[in-house]
T-cell receptor, first 107, second 116 residues
Framework: GQSLEQPSEVTAVEGAIVQINCTYQ??????LSWYQQHDGGAPTFLSY????GLEETGRFSSFLSRSDSYGYLLLQELQMKDSASYFC????????FGKGTRLSVIA | ETGVTQTPRHLVMGMTNKKSLKCEQH?????MYWYKQSAKKPLELMFV???????ENNSVPSRFSPECPNSSHLFLHLHTLQPEDSALYLC???????????????FGSGTRLTVV
């Protein structure tokens, strides 16, 4: 079986930093992926952490601690366009997603 | 465009109709998936095809019938649906490496289905 926990909603101010946490329980863990989905749009792949530590891609970073079954997505210099839903998913195929976190960026 | 194209974008159908959703990818991926996304629910995995073979059917009712004629095309045939089947149906593809999805899935924009 598999379970994922993310906050359902987060609100942050434009220009700020926000962290979206993800805790998981899964058998045969193969890393953690993050996806972004704007309203009415397709989910898009953001990052994958196969090993513990921080992966940085521009304004977005993702972190994984396998011993804690925990990861997070860090978004810096928030922009209005970052308002979207963010999903973590253990990297085992096929991907199974949680309910996601709805991020609202306000002026 | 993501490289995965779904048609139609919107579909309204009656409970007695038969319709099909189409998904096409030209990314050279060897695995394709159908997901259902309802309001306030997680993305639900419906079907998985790897190398054109169905490898998973996630307890989906028989009124949904998938078809994968080749590695680039995936269909979802619909018949006698219920109003609660109204949702966004998303197709995705990936390069199946056996167990790890480190290169990510590419999703289409989905078909917004309304059953009346």
């Amino acid at each position: 079986g598999q379970s994922l926990e993310q906050p359902s909603e987060v609100t942050a101010v434009e220009g700020a930093i926000v962290q979206i946490n993800c805790t998981y329980q899964t058998s045969g863990f193969y890393g953690l992926s993050w996806y972004q989905q704007h309203d009415g749009g397709a989910p898009t792949f953001l990052s994958y952490n196969g090993l513990d530590g921080l992966e940085e891609t521009g304004r977005f970073s993702s972190f994984l601690s396998r011993s804690d079954s925990y990861g997070y997505l860090l978004l810096q210099e928030l922009q209005m366009k970052d308002s979207a839903s963010y999903f973590c998913a253990p990297g085992n195929t096929p991907l199974v997603f949680g309910k996601g976190t709805r991020l609202s960026v306000i002026a | 465009e993501t490289g995965v194209t779904q048609t139609p974008r919107h579909l309204v159908m009656g409970m007695t109709n038969k319709k099909s959703l189409k998904c096409e990818q030209h990314l050279g991926h060897n695995a394709m998936y159908w997901y259902k996304q309802s309001a306030k629910k997680p993305l639900e995995l419906m079907f998985v095809y790897s190398l054109e073979e169905r490898v998973e059917n996630n307890s989906v009712p028989s009124r949904f019938s998938p078809e994968c004629p080749n590695s680039s095309h995936l269909f979802l045939h619909l018949h006698t649906l219920q109003p609660e089947d109204s949702a966004l149906y998303l197709c995705a593809s990936s390069q199946d490496t056996g167990s790890v999805s480190n290169y990510g899935y590419t999703f289409g924009s989905g078909t917004r289905l309304t059953v009346v």
